[in-house]
Every structure is written in structure tokens, then in C-alpha cells.
């Protein structure tokens, strides 16, 4: 069981170190522009009451956004990600942030400037699932 291995965490940063919360804090001070308008959204009705925050430090990773009370963590792929070798850490990535009984979703900067009104519906839909 999970719970009985010393790698899961059952706290909101999950381990993270302070160099991770360092780091957090200048991505918070630099967002990109997709992260800006999601940003504006995660912060509105009706997803304001599930208290995402941003560039959330988990383990060894950041986050773009989690909500403890979902325990959900949106991540916003930028062009680089679309590389064979990123795609690759991104999976392992996911599937270490899973280990600790979270939810991944993906979404491409593209997805979120473009198609705004779609990527809050597959939010909405996770949610309320």
C-alpha cells in the first residue's frame, strides 16, 4: 500500500526541498502568457473555490498549478515539450506526481491561448467527475 511506503507523501508539497520553493517563487514571478489567462480563470468562478495555486513545488517537480482539494495538477506545455526527449521526462515526470495519489492533466500553451472555452469544459468535466 502506498500510504505504507516512506516515498509517499501526504502533505501538499510532498517533500518538496527549499531550493524547489525558491525556484517556484521566480516561475510565479514570470509566467507565461498561457499561464497568465489560466491563471485569470483558475481564479474565478467556478473553480476559484477549489483553491488552485500556482507554480505549486511537489517532491522534486513544479507544478503550473494544483488544487490540494482536487488533487489535481494542471500543467501547461509549452513548445519544447513536443520534443521526443521531453515528452519522455514529461511522462516519467507524470507518473511520479501520480505516485503520490495525484491526477495529471496537459494542456498545450497553444490549447489555452486558441481554444480557451474548451480547455475550461475539460476542466469543468474533471471536476465534476
Given at each position: 500500500m502506498?500510504k505504507?511506503?516512506p516515498y509517499?507523501n501526504?502533505?501538499m508539497?510532498?517533500?518538496?526541498r527549499?531550493?524547489?520553493?525558491?525556484?517556484a517563487e521566480h516561475?510565479r514571478?514570470?509566467?507565461?502568457?498561457a499561464e497568465?489567462?489560466l491563471?485569470?480563470?483558475?481564479?474565478?468562478h467556478?473553480?476559484?473555490?477549489f483553491h488552485?495555486?500556482?507554480?505549486?513545488p511537489?517532491?522534486?517537480?513544479?507544478?503550473d498549478?494544483y488544487s490540494?482539494?482536487?488533487?489535481?495538477?494542471?500543467e501547461?506545455?509549452?513548445g519544447?515539450?513536443?520534443s521526443?526527449e521531453?515528452q519522455?521526462?514529461?511522462q516519467l515526470?507524470?507518473?511520479l506526481?501520480?505516485f503520490?495519489?495525484l491526477?495529471?492533466?496537459?494542456?498545450?500553451?497553444q490549447?489555452?491561448?486558441?481554444?480557451m472555452?474548451?480547455?475550461?469544459?475539460i476542466?469543468s468535466?474533471k471536476i465534476?467527475?
Amino acid at each position: 500500500m502506498k500510504k505504507d511506503n516512506p516515498y509517499h507523501n501526504n502533505s501538499m508539497w510532498k517533500g518538496a526541498r527549499s531550493e524547489t520553493f525558491k525556484r517556484a517563487e521566480h516561475l510565479r514571478n514570470n509566467p507565461t502568457e498561457a499561464e497568465k489567462l489560466l491563471w485569470e480563470k483558475l481564479r474565478c468562478h467556478p473553480f476559484k473555490k477549489f483553491h488552485f495555486r500556482r507554480q505549486h513545488p511537489i517532491h522534486n517537480f513544479i507544478v503550473d498549478f494544483y488544487s490540494h482539494h482536487l488533487k489535481l495538477v494542471i500543467e501547461v506545455d509549452g513548445g519544447y515539450h513536443e520534443s521526443h526527449e521531453q515528452q519522455i521526462e514529461d511522462q516519467l515526470r507524470t507518473e511520479l506526481i501520480q505516485f503520490q495519489e495525484l491526477e495529471v492533466i496537459r494542456f498545450t500553451s497553444q490549447q489555452i491561448i486558441q481554444e480557451m472555452e474548451t480547455v475550461l469544459e475539460i476542466l469543468s468535466e474533471k471536476i465534476n467527475t
